[in-house]
């Protein structure tokens, strides 16, 4: 049943949750770019931009080795190449950036009504998901315009994703109930997702790093989701699955530990807030 | 064979950490339990009590009493600092205004979203979605954001969808004061209705809400239970703390009087029975029995004048033991003064068994001019003449109180609950909590309005 140390805890809340689930997810995906002018526009719109940006001050600008590409120049690949980066990193800085003050900003769903706080970094991530997924979906559109091939292994794009999925889910979580106590999470949270942004390999190859410095980036779990996401996109080819097989196994203990933290610690919410 | 109650409340109690820095609470957390960075405010005493199902409870008590606090932890959202509390059954709860509603989305979006976090499925929500809307009566509002809402409007639409949610336990803390008279004639018969089988908790500072819609009250002061029990019993001592905090302790406690200087009237007067005059005992007639003054029952007050004797008399003066309602009567009250009183009032109300004022009046108005200067000693008679109305079977008393000062602000020397207790024994024509006896009435045929009307 509910208990605590049911590897299944994730699905049965939102099963049982569903309907409510159902309906904040709809206001949450209804209210991103509600009252913009441009409104859903922004949704392509801004992953080209930022495309653009990139790859003009790093593969004008700067000029990384990217050394060993598979097919074409390296001027058309380069922006796909740090799309798939930016992509996977879009996502996990958008979920985990604004973590911290997602139960911050619901006081009256702690204190005024029994209301399962734990579907809040759920329905926040899976929000995010949605909307980044449309870069995915950009890049992949690259990939055909500029000539290049969609292999089959395209098909397993949700596995990496997944496990991205595990792991913005169970930081989320932690970081959601922190937020309550200590203000000061958000300033923290912010600071370090720019410092993910350089110790993950978007702007440059696994391979460009010297050997000795190699552990910083292989402790990094998002290094493993972006090159996983590069091989089965870009390269054409499966990746390694003993590897995947621990990630997964990994994001899936963080999702757990996450998960039971927040229930644990909502107790007190209604004190503090 | 024991019956689990609805709400089962056991030795709760909640402290809150008051921390005089934020960094304080860090530090807290690091030294769990060794040290201690904050000062305990206890907003919770080890609280018990339990409430039936098809029982209705209301909570009184002064701002900060704990109330809120005592609800939060009851509905779930607030943990208490020990105790335990089970509820068996759904539990919908209106803790305060717009509870649960973002104020960015529309009436429907909220409705929606209010409905299922209370624990109704999509189908439920929308096969009464209409009845919502109906019962809340917003008209176009219901597809604007709740932002824009007035606050009576929020708290219509929050009751509608307590209203439907097929709940077994309503809580309700104060939300509903913001309705107009309208919408709250509307709760009340909604709430008559759903506590025929279901039970309510209520907080409320309406005393006559509390007196007429509960089965019980009570009272919470300082966090911890002052009275549990009858509505009337409870609300009697709630009024009598609001004066004790208002003109300081009474002299006058209880039933027995402690003062030095007793004065003690002689017994020996004769009660005329009004009944005597009609010969025939008319089936339609309202016989109204009066049982004595007593001084001894409940009463609180400064003492600096007390109410010694009260009468209900007929024209001629004469004392009634039985009177019948519709009749003249006078009701006179004498108070001896132990001190100086500048403007002494001396007021009465009519009340029911609940403890419901059907009516009263004081001396006020009519002495405001020219005060009636009263020096220790010295004796006051008020008398009110009125005719009795007819009133429903069932019992009643009269409250008299003498006080000192203007009607805004006063002292009061003596407050009798129930100087007089009178019983209704006859099945009368009445109407209504008490009925008005008609001076005429006639029904006749005309022609037309124009020709009748001008006459």
Redesign the interface.
């Known amino acids: 049943m509910k208990s605590l140390y049911n590897p299944a805890l994730g699905i049965i809340i939102c099963w049982t949750h569903r309907?409510?689930l159902?309906?904040?997810f709809r206001?949450s995906l209804a209210?991103r770019y509600k009252g913009a002018t441009l409104g859903l526009v922004w949704t392509i719109a801004y992953p080209l931009m930022m495309l653009s940006v990139y790859t003009f001050v790093f593969g004008v600008i700067f000029k990384p080795q990217w050394g060993n590409m598979t097919s074409g120049s390296e001027q058309i690949f380069f922006p796909l190449f740090l799309f798939a980066g930016l992509s996977v990193y879009n996502i996990f800085s958008e979920s985990v950036g604004s973590s911290p003050s997602l139960i911050l900003n619901n006081p009256?769903?702690?204190?005024?009504?029994?209301?399962p706080l734990e579907l809040l970094p759920i329905c926040h991530v899976l929000t995010t998901f949605c909307f980044g997924s449309v870069w995915i979906a950009l890049m992949l559109l690259g990939i055909a315009w500029l000539g290049g091939t969609i292999s089959i292994y395209v098909l397993f794009l949700p596995f990496p994703l997944f496990t991205l999925l595990l792991l913005t889910m169970g930081l989320s979580f932690i970081l959601s109930s922190l937020g309550v106590?200590?203000?000061d999470t958000q300033y923290l949270v912010t600071i370090v997702i720019q410092i993910f942004s350089f110790i993950s390999p978007i702007f440059y190859p696994l391979s460009s790093v010297p050997e000795k410095l190699r552990w910083i980036l292989l402790g990094n779990p998002l290094t493993y989701i972006i090159e996983q996401v590069r091989e089965i996109c870009l390269y054409g080819r499966m990746f390694d699955w003993i590897v995947y097989f621990y990630t997964t196994l990994a994001a899936l203990l963080f999702f757990q530990l996450g998960l039971v933290w927040l229930i644990k610690t909502k107790?007190?919410f209604?004190?503090?807030i | 064979m024991h019956i689990e109650p609805a709400i089962d409340v056991q030795n709760i109690t909640k402290y809150?950490?008051i921390y005089s820095k934020?960094s304080h609470?860090?530090l807290q957390?690091l030294f769990r339990g060794k040290k201690q960075f904050f000062q305990p405010y206890w907003a919770l005493k080890d609280i018990s009590f339990q409430v039936g199902k098809g029982e209705c409870v209301g909570i009184i008590g002064r701002n900060g009493a704990g109330k809120s606090t005592l609800l939060?932890i009851i509905?779930?959202?607030?943990?208490p600092s020990s105790g335990k509390v089970k509820n068996i059954g759904r539990?919908a709860?209106l803790?305060?205004l717009?509870?649960?509603?973002?104020p960015?989305?529309t009436g429907r979006?909220n409705v929606?979203?209010?409905a299922?976090?209370?624990g109704?499925?999509?189908k439920e929500i929308v096969d009464s979605y209409d009845s919502i809307v109906e019962f809340a009566d917003i008209g176009k509002f219901i597809d604007q954001p709740v932002k824009s809402y007035s606050s009576g409007m929020v708290v219509r639409l929050a009751f509608s969808v307590i209203a439907h949610v097929k709940a077994d336990i309503l809580i309700i803390d104060e939300a509903l004061a913001v309705g107009d008279a309208y919408f709250t004639q509307k709760c009340m018969r909604f709430l008559r209705k759903f506590m025929e089988t279901k039970t309510v908790l209520f907080v409320s500072h309406d005393i006559a809400a509390v007196n007429s819609l509960c089965s019980r009250a009570i009272f919470l002061e300082d966090g911890y239970v002052k009275v549990s029990g009858e509505p009337k019993e409870v609300t009697d001592i709630y009024l009598q703390d609001f004066y004790e905090s208002v003109q300081g302790k009474s002299e006058i406690s209880g039933g027995a009087s402690s003062l030095k200087k007793e004065i003690v009237l002689p017994v020996d007067v004769e009660f005329k029975d009004m009944r005597a005059e009609y010969f025939l005992r008319e089936p339609l007639r309202n016989d109204i029995r009066i049982f004595q003054f007593d001084e001894s029952r409940a009463s609180f007050g400064k003492g600096g004048c007390l109410i010694k004797q009260v009468f209900l008399t007929d024209e001629n003066e004469n004392p009634l033991n039985w009177i019948v309602g519709g009749e003249m009567v006078a009701l006179t009250v004498y108070c001896h003064a132990t001190e100086e009183l500048l403007s002494p009032i001396v007021g009465f109300h009519f009340k029911d068994r609940l403890g419901q004022i059907l009516f009263g009046d004081n001396t006020f108005l009519s002495y405001l001019e020219q005060p009636l200067h009263i020096s220790s000693g010295e004796w006051i008679v008020a008398k009110f003449s009125f005719r009795m109305p007819i009133l429903a079977p069932g019992d009643y008393s009269v409250g008299v109180a003498v006080a000192d000062g203007t009607q805004h602000e006063h002292v009061q020397h003596h407050w009798l609950h129930d100087a007089l207790l009178l019983t209704s024994v006859t099945e009368s024509i009445c109407t209504g909590i008490i009925g008005i006896p008609m001076k005429k009435i006639s029904m006749s045929k005309i022609a037309d309005f124009e020709s009748f009307h001008k006459k």
Not at chain 1, 108 to 115: A, I, L, M, R, T
Not at chain 2, 75 to 79: E, F, P
Request: aromatic fraction near 12%.
């Open positions: 309907n409510l159902a309906q904040i206001r209210t009256s769903y702690v204190k005024k009504v029994v209301f106590y200590l203000r107790k007190g209604a004190d503090v | 809150f950490e934020p609470r860090l957390m939060q509905t779930g959202t607030l943990s539990v709860a803790l305060e717009g509870s649960g509603f973002n960015e989305f979006d929606f979203l209010n299922a976090i209370l109704l499925s999509h």
